[in-house]
DNA sequence: TGATCTTGTCTCACATAATGAGACAAGATT
DNA sequence: AATCTTGTCTCATTATGTGAGACAAGATCA
């Protein structure tokens, strides 16, 4: 379950159950451990749930995530242009040095990965559409927090901070002097070096520029 | 809004204001305008739903599908491995027809597409994934209604039933004598002829033992 | 075999928690 | 300056969601 609070009580607990069923809990039980919720509740708030479609249920009973959220997580892709501005650049990039690129933009207090193009390499740095990080952690994060000393070199860099024997580069994407996204590539240390700035600080930000060109940012 | 109860009255607020955030709305207005809700309500619930990333707020403060909603749209798809197992002979049945594929489920009274292959064609069948479908029309709903006939033949097809102009056929998947899935090919009556069975019906079931065979469907 | 868990489900008295009319400030139009 | 229209907030009211507990049906035990 994810702690925060909103002021409408149901809605924590629907919400606690979705975050629940996506994370793999297939039973009634399962998700009143998961969520702390009483029993009651949760079968009361999970057939809501399912008579809307954010739920559903195979024939064994076991809750599974509704297909109806298909339908909404593409509505939500395509509430961000800037995403699919970047797949471009994003591949680009990607190809230019070999490793994973990403494109996070900030959500509160963490950073969801919008796009991605994937390295070709078998060890590569897997980020799923859609994944929430922590904001504090990761080039990204650095990026997104809009630290001066970011801004004014252009790119951050990172090795092994958000998930050890990784390591990245990211650039802000800005739209006059605001940070809209952060663009990044990541790898293994063992390919990317202790100091992968060195290799690929250029191509970042020259991806970044390219993503702002592509989005009319000016 | 879609006037589906669920005897939880909050959820259906909130999922109403998902519907209608999903549906264009941007603004607190249109939002009470989409949902018949009043406005303090909207804004409350809307603002709850914004605290969990379910709902986003732009600069401008519009309303947008938030973004969380990216990462469980893609739990959704995930937890259906048919539809993952259904791309490549999708993609095989457009091929071979040169129209557009689609896999469907049932969702409740709808069917829900769940996987695509599209056309090269410029006039094209598209469905985007994730659209809830009328259960009572298209030769895919006929197969999903499980009709007598339609198993009995192993097809079945339509004219202009669902959609003015677009023709289809469309063939049950079977896991032992249960329909899981209806697989269909479509697209416009001036390619396909009036009778698309005639050319199309082979493929298309040809298509839904591939994909039995690839879920292990006996 | 019968006893004991553990499922999912349902009811219902209770008070918490959501409700929504109304008011407010701040822009935008007039 | 007067009038809409935004988004936002409060607060008295009670509708609404709550959850302990009970139930039936399997599963697993002895």
């Given at each position: 379950?994810?702690?925060?609070?909103?002021?409408?009580?149901v809605v924590d607990k629907a919400v606690a159950l979705l975050a629940a069923v996506e994370s793999g809990a297939r039973t009634l039980n399962e998700l009143v451990g998961l969520t702390g919720l009483p029993r009651p509740t949760v079968h009361r708030l999970a057939a809501a749930l399912v008579a809307h479609g954010l739920i559903r249920r195979d024939e064994e009973?076991?809750?599974?995530?509704?297909?109806?959220?298909i339908a909404l997580g593409r509505a939500a892709s395509q509430s961000l242009p800037l995403a699919r501005v970047a797949q471009r650049p994003l591949e680009d990039l990607r190809d230019a040095t070999g490793?994973?690129?990403?494109?996070?933009v900030r959500e509160g207090e963490g950073r969801v990965c919008v796009a991605v193009a994937e390295s070709p390499h078998g060890l590569r740095t897997i980020v799923p559409l859609g994944a929430v990080l922590d904001l504090r952690r990761g080039s990204a994060g650095?990026?997104?927090r809009a630290e001066p000393a970011v801004l004014a070199r252009g790119f951050a860099d990172s090795v092994g901070e958000r998930e050890p024997g990784v390591a990245s580069v990211s650039a802000p994407v800005l739209h006059g002097d605001r940070v809209v996204?952060?663009?990044?590539?990541?790898?293994p240390v063992e390919r990317t070096s202790r100091e992968p700035a060195r290799r690929y600080a250029?191509?970042?930000m020259a991806a970044a520029r390219a993503v702002e060109a592509a989005a009319g940012l000016r």
């Open positions: 379950m994810d702690g925060r609070l909103s002021g409408v009580g009973l076991h809750y599974l995530p509704g297909l109806r959220l490793e994973s690129a990403q494109l996070y650095a990026v997104l996204a952060a663009i990044s590539v990541s790898g250029a191509a970042v």
